[in-house]
């Protein structure tokens, strides 16, 4: 998977979730807090592997750049099973089925290739969408 379609998929996923802030409100506190707990992890992840990246367009060869990236990214897909594992009793099938799609886009790629082919820059912004949208969900549920 090329690194824009990665990304696109990461946005689309905040995006989703985001939607469905009115299923999320009928969560129990727990709940609510765990997954605003997840969200916030995601966010925080995401800027890590938007500064990696932003290290890179002006330092393209810095490896420990590549390899933050690369751990950062690497980890979203987790904290994505987890937050879908809390709200999985509160959605429909259909929405099941959606978000299974998008977890299984999120495979691992090939950083450094993507970084040739693409450069960092507007990769770093669409994660810094993505961020915000994580955000303003682990915000919501605690509002």
Do not use: C, N
Not at 16 to 35: F, I
Not at 105 to 112: Q, R, S, Y
Not at 117 to 143: I, N, V, W
Request: no cysteine; aromatic share 8%.
């Amino acid at each position: 998977m090329r690194f824009a379609a990665y990304i696109r998929r990461l946005s689309s996923f905040a995006e989703t979730v985001h939607r469905w802030l009115g299923e999320l409100a009928r969560l129990d506190g727990l709940r609510r807090e765990k997954v605003a707990l997840y969200a916030e992890e995601v966010a925080a992840t995401l800027s890590r592997a938007a500064a990696a990246l932003g290290t890179l367009e002006t330092t393209p060869d810095d490896r420990s750049a590549i390899i933050t990236a690369t751990r950062e990214l690497g980890r979203i897909a987790g904290y994505l099973e987890t937050i879908m594992a809390a709200l999985d009793v509160h959605l429909d099938g259909r929405k099941r089925a959606g978000v299974k799609r998008r977890l299984e886009h999120l495979k691992p790629f090939d950083l450094e290739a993507a970084i040739r082919e693409y450069g960092a820059f507007p990769q770093a912004r669409r994660l810094t969408s993505a961020e915000g949208y994580f955000r303003a969900l682990a915000d919501t549920l605690r509002a």
